[in-house]
């Protein structure tokens, strides 16, 4: 487009390699990392955010498909393993799962229910509860998108070795626990310094 300009390609694609991204050294400190050492990290770096990418893209695509956010697919998707189980699941069982209050889980249900995606019955053992029974139709769908996508991940993690599978497992965990709970609520001041 006329006045606006594009940032190199390279640059774009390598925003998060140190050498690009943290040009002075101010968050990352590359003393001590190889050339080659610093260039299979940056490997990793840019395996993990294709990674992240191509999950963005089946979540979204799921959702344009069934035309649900992710609050609602995951309240489907744990009333379908409850039932694979011969379990009912409750309202109660989708506010613990998901985190979030009686009056949001009333929303999320009544929501769906409207959309034809569950029905509320009877509790076949408990008088006081609605089990929530998802629909066939939307059932199949989700099998159709998120359950055959779960499914190639777990033959790729199948395909790993033992040992490979643990070293993955004590990536991820200590990946996750960088985005944790230690910079929420820090003086951001504070941190530049």
């Known amino acids: 487009?006329?006045?606006?300009?594009?940032?190199?390609?390279?640059?774009?694609?390598?925003?998060?390699?140190?050498r690009v991204a943290d040009v002075r050294g101010r968050l990352v400190d590359l003393s001590g990392i190889g050339e080659d050492e610093l260039g299979q990290i940056v490997r990793v770096m840019d395996a993990m955010f294709r990674w992240r990418a191509a999950e963005q893209r089946v979540t979204r695509a799921s959702h344009r498909y069934m035309r649900l956010g992710e609050t609602d697919m995951k309240a489907l998707r744990l009333a379908i393993v409850m039932a694979?189980?011969?379990?009912?699941?409750?309202?109660r069982?989708?506010?613990?799962?998901l985190g979030i209050t009686s009056?949001?889980?009333?929303?999320?249900?009544?929501?769906?229910?409207?959309?034809?995606?569950?029905v509320?019955?009877?509790h076949p053992r408990d008088r006081r509860a609605l089990a929530i029974v998802v629909n066939p139709e939307t059932r199949k769908a989700a099998?159709?998108?998120?359950?055959?996508?779960?499914?190639r991940r777990f033959?790729?993690?199948?395909?790993l070795s033992?040992?490979?599978?643990?070293?993955?497992?004590?990536?991820?965990e200590s990946m996750s626990a960088t985005s944790e709970d230690e910079w929420i609520g820090a003086d951001l001041d504070d941190s530049a310094s």
Do not use: C, N, W, Y
């Not at 487009?1 to 140190?18: F, K, N, Q, S, T």
């Not at 069982?93 to 799962?97: K, L, S």
């Not at 643990?166 to 990536?171: D, L, M, Q, S």
């Open 84 to 91: 694979d189980q011969g379990r009912h699941v409750t309202a």
């Open 162 to 172: 033992t040992g490979e599978r643990e070293v993955v497992i004590r990536f991820l």
């Open 1 to 18: 487009m006329p006045g606006i300009e594009r940032e190199p390609d390279e640059i774009v694609r390598r925003l998060h390699d140190p």
């Open 120 to 122: 509320r019955t009877r």
């Open 93 to 97: 069982d989708i506010a613990a799962h």
């Open 143 to 151: 099998e159709l998108t998120i359950g055959r996508e779960h499914a």
């Open 155 to 159: 033959r790729v993690a199948a395909a």
């Open 103 to 118: 009056a949001a889980t009333t929303k999320l249900l009544d929501r769906l229910e409207s959309a034809g995606h569950i």
